[in-house]
């Protein structure tokens, strides 16, 4: 297997392009779209109503985050100013880019998308443990320590990336039981401060 090359063929899209990081940096946009992913097409007024902003504002957000391709408008839904949005058929494996790939000025975009995303899986964490009392069947945990070369932990990453393609469903093609679960990965060098 390629070192960049999931499992089952799908390339890797890498986010390279700064404009679309800086879409995805905003907390609201990224609230949007978790909100479309789990529960499907919504319409500007109903999610200023579930994140408590106006609609001008989530139209605008919304209209950002279809410049960029993460949604797109339901024009057999949609009627005079009701706009219906749903997620876009994106690929399944979405990467941050390293920092070289970025010119030196686009830098801190990826800094903040980093940033956003993570405040994110903290908050995540803070949640682990509740949810693990209510269902430990839906909530799991794994924490390890293993001593790997770099290229050992990229061939482990790109079978972790695989695997979660293997099990995951989209909405439409899930069973009906199958519920959404968040799914993190961390890795940070342990021997350092």
Same mark, same amino acid.
């Given at each position: $297997? +390629?070192?960049?090359? =999931?499992?089952?063929?799908?390339?890797?899209?890498?986010?390279?392009?700064?404009?679309?990081?800086?879409?995805?940096?905003?907390? $609201?946009?990224?609230?949007?779209?978790?909100? %479309?992913?789990?529960?499907?097409? #919504?319409?500007?007024?109903?999610?200023?109503?579930?994140?408590?902003?106006?609609?001008?504002?989530?139209?605008?957000?919304?209209? +950002?985050?279809?410049?960029?391709?993460?949604?797109?408008?339901? *024009?057999?839904?949609?009627?005079?100013?009701?706009?219906?949005?749903?997620?876009?058929?994106?690929?399944?494996? $979405?990467? &941050? *880019?390293? *920092?070289? +790939?970025?010119?030196?000025?686009?830098?801190?975009?990826?800094?903040?998308?980093?940033?956003?995303?993570?405040?994110?899986?903290?908050?995540?964490?803070?949640?682990?443990? #509740?949810?693990?009392?209510?269902?430990?069947?839906?909530?799991?945990?794994?924490?390890?320590?293993?001593? $790997? =070369?770099?290229?050992?932990?990229?061939? &482990?990453?790109?079978?972790?990336? #695989? %695997?979660?393609? +293997?099990?995951?469903?989209?909405?439409?093609? #899930?069973?009906?039981?199958?519920?959404?679960?968040?799914?993190?990965?961390?890795?940070? *060098?342990?021997?350092?401060?």
């Amino acid at each position: $297997m +390629q070192e960049d090359e =999931t499992k089952d063929g799908d390339e890797p899209f890498i986010l390279d392009d700064p404009g679309r990081l800086k879409a995805l940096a905003h907390p $609201m946009r990224r609230r949007m779209l978790t909100h %479309l992913n789990i529960h499907g097409p #919504a319409t500007s007024t109903t999610l200023g109503e579930l994140l408590g902003a106006k609609t001008g504002t989530t139209s605008y957000h919304l209209r +950002q985050l279809e410049k960029y391709g993460f949604i797109e408008e339901i *024009p057999e839904r949609s009627s005079g100013r009701e706009r219906w949005w749903r997620r876009a058929e994106l690929p399944r494996d $979405m990467r &941050f *880019p390293n *920092p070289d +790939q970025l010119a030196p000025e686009d830098r801190a975009v990826l800094t903040e998308f980093l940033r956003v995303g993570f405040e994110e899986d903290r908050a995540l964490v803070d949640r682990f443990p #509740a949810a693990y009392r209510t269902d430990p069947d839906w909530a799991k945990g794994s924490r390890g320590l293993a001593r $790997m =070369t770099k290229e050992e932990l990229n061939e &482990f990453y790109n079978a972790y990336i #695989a %695997l979660l393609l +293997q099990y995951s469903r989209r909405q439409e093609d #899930a069973s009906p039981d199958a519920r959404p679960v968040y799914i993190r990965l961390f890795t940070l *060098p342990a021997d350092e401060p």
